[in-house]
């Protein structure tokens, strides 16, 4: 049983800021106290830097560390040494798109959609233009959904790499990712899948899904900022050369400049990683496991859907993405410019993000390049949509002004 | 008369609300003897030009365009009215005054006339930035003419 009641015991900022309605989850999400306790655990008893100490607590924190790649493998269903933790999901595909520069040569192909956030745009487009490939994009519908017809008519021979959100950032659409990546490894490209919006909301299981790589964020899972989450198939990950050359992710060298590195994951984290963070995340992890993804998505779905029904009826706002049966909602009030409207919501203690959301082509698929994204999460509650609806029927150009009186 | 009505926050609403929904000086020119600086603020979408014509001194005259919320468009429409006509120096203690009110310090109201508008917008910190890019605009496009004079 899902009991919401309960989890929202769980995060202090709940009775700390017992007015604030926080659907921006898609943005960043809430911590548990649990994940609060994993991070202050190492500032109060273990601090200490990884794989470099000798003495009882730094063996301890490379415990924790180390594990916490095990409490990841748990997650999506990979092995521990398939896990590398890098920054946030950013870095995560910076990283894969260097990592495949060798892979893309002139007059290749690079597979997005249009709906991508820029972090799955930009280094496909500064590799692109340094190899002289080109970047083509997936056929969506209007609510950027890609089908699996569609992506079978984008594919060719020269696609050397794809890469796709499963759950996009601003209309929440689920491309069908295994039967993407099917398609995609028989021409014998490359499958890279941007998790940063469905591993938070979802049981994610990558070997069903077939993808050769993987990034999310731990921030977005109710874990610490400034972790990501780097998942490669072993084969792939063994010989993919580090963005960042450095302290601990290097074997030996030697004055002749010759480096020997160290075997994946390591050699993705040089220099001090963020310790507290990474295990912080793994709290997020395990938390998250033991209320059950499915358990997660299934509650969130319902959500969604009571909050459709309650704000399609307002007739204040026009939404882009009514038929997507998941994810976040993207409305406009009429007439009304996002932060504006944005601006009067948070007047009411209604926590939105507004703008173009970093899916600055998204425009192309919807026709508008700003909108308002409320996004929820499973400790989200029917009682705040019902806040939300009647504070977004009150949303109107004189309304939004009239919050500076 | 004018002080009073300009205290009362229902008519400071409609001016926001008529500057945004009826801009003054709404339309550039193509026209080589204008100065043109393009504000694209940081963080969000707002994405303004705004055009002026300063010659010997004097502000000839000013005008914007592009995409943005009501109190960028309103705030930058107000100072085009404002600064148009002005001389530079007059000009410059307008655009002092108008910077302290927005950052919550001393201003002379007489000064800003409709513009008092936006005495609230330093409550709403993340608003600061849309107040003030048409003001940024102008006083850029100021300094440098100063520097060619």
């Known amino acids: 049983m899902f009991d919401v009641k309960k989890i929202r015991e769980d995060f202090p900022i709940f009775s700390n800021q017992p007015d604030l309605i926080y659907f921006d989850n898609g943005a960043t999400t809430l911590k548990p106290k649990c994940v609060i306790d994993a991070v202050s ?42 896990i590398a933790f890098v920054h ?47 970047i083509e994009y997936v056929e969506t519908d209007a609510q950027a959904n890609i089908s699996v017809d569609s992506f079978r008519r984008a594919m060719h021979g020269k696609v050397k790499v794809v890469s796709l959100a499963q759950v996009t950032n601003v209309l929440g659409s689920v491309q069908p990712i295994a039967e993407i990546a099917e398609i995609a490894h028989s021409y014998g490209a490359y499958v890279v899948v941007d998790g940063a919006q469905s591993v938070p909301h979802m049981k994610v299981d990558v070997k069903e899904l077939g993808c050769d790589f993987l990034g ?23 010989d993919m050369a580090p963005v960042f050359m450095g302290g601990d992710m290097n074997a030996r060298f030697s004055s002749d400049t010759n480096v020997l590195l160290k075997d994946a994951p390591v050699r993705f984290e040089s220099g001090t990683p963020n310790i507290e963070g990474v295990i912080g995340a793994g709290a997020a992890a395990e938390y998250l ?82 909108t308002i994204r409320a996004s929820l999460y499973f400790y989200n509650t029917k009682e705040e949509i019902d806040r939300f609806v009647q504070a977004a029927s009150e949303i109107s150009l004189e309304s939004a002004i009239g919050i500076f009186f | 008369m004018a002080n009073s009505l300009l205290n009362d926050p ?3 609403r409609e001016l926001i609300m008529d500057h945004y929904q009826y801009p003054h000086n709404h339309k550039l020119v193509d026209d080589d003897s204008y100065a043109s600086v393009h504000m694209a ?58 910077f302290n009110m927005i950052d919550a310090k001393e201003y002379d109201p007489d000064l800003l006339e409709e513009a008092v508008a936006m005495k609230n917008v330093y409550k709403q910190a993340n608003r600061i930035k849309c107040a003030t890019i048409g003001w940024k605009a102008i006083r850029e496009m100021i300094d440098e003419s100063e520097k060619d004079a």
């Open chain 1, 88 to 134: 946030n999901v950013t870095a995560a595909l910076n990283q894969i798109a260097y990592g495949l520069a060798d892979e893309v040569n002139e007059g290749d192909v690079i597979l997005l959609s249009k709906a991508e956030h820029a972090s799955n745009l930009l280094p496909w487009f500064r590799l692109a233009k340094q190899k002289n490939a080109k």
């Open chain 2, 10 to 12: 229902d008519i400071l």
């Open chain 1, 289 to 370: 496991m033991s209320i059950g993804l499915d358990e997660i998505h299934a509650y969130e779905k319902e959500l969604r859907a009571y909050f459709l029904e309650k704000l399609s009826q307002l007739d204040n706002l026009e939404i882009y993405n009514p038929d997507n049966e998941y994810g976040p909602l993207a409305f406009n009030a009429k007439a009304v410019f996002a932060q504006d409207a944005a601006g009067y919501l948070a007047s009411k203690d209604i926590a939105v993000r507004s703008g173009n959301h970093c899916a600055k082509i998204l425009h192309e698929i919807i026709g508008t390049d700003q």
């Open chain 2, 41 to 98: 603020s940081d963080s969000c979408i707002d994405d303004i030009t705004v055009q002026s014509k300063i010659r010997n001194g004097v502000i000839e005259d000013i005008r914007f365009d592009g995409v943005a919320c009501t109190i960028s468009t309103a705030s930058t429409s107000m100072m085009t009215d404002l600064l148009k006509g002005k001389k530079v120096e007059e000009a410059n203690e307008i655009i002092g005054n108008y």
């Open chain 1, 41 to 82: 655990d190492f500032y109060c008893t273990h601090t200490s830097n990884v794989h470099r100490g000798d003495y009882a607590i730094a063996a301890q924190n490379d415990r924790l560390y180390d594990g916490t790649r095990k409490i990841f493998a748990k997650l999506i269903n990979c092995e521990p040494d398939e």
């Open chain 1, 216 to 238: 999310f964020s731990a921030h977005k899972m109710c874990g610490p900022d400034g972790v990501g989450i780097l998942y490669g198939k072993r084969e792939l990950l063994k």
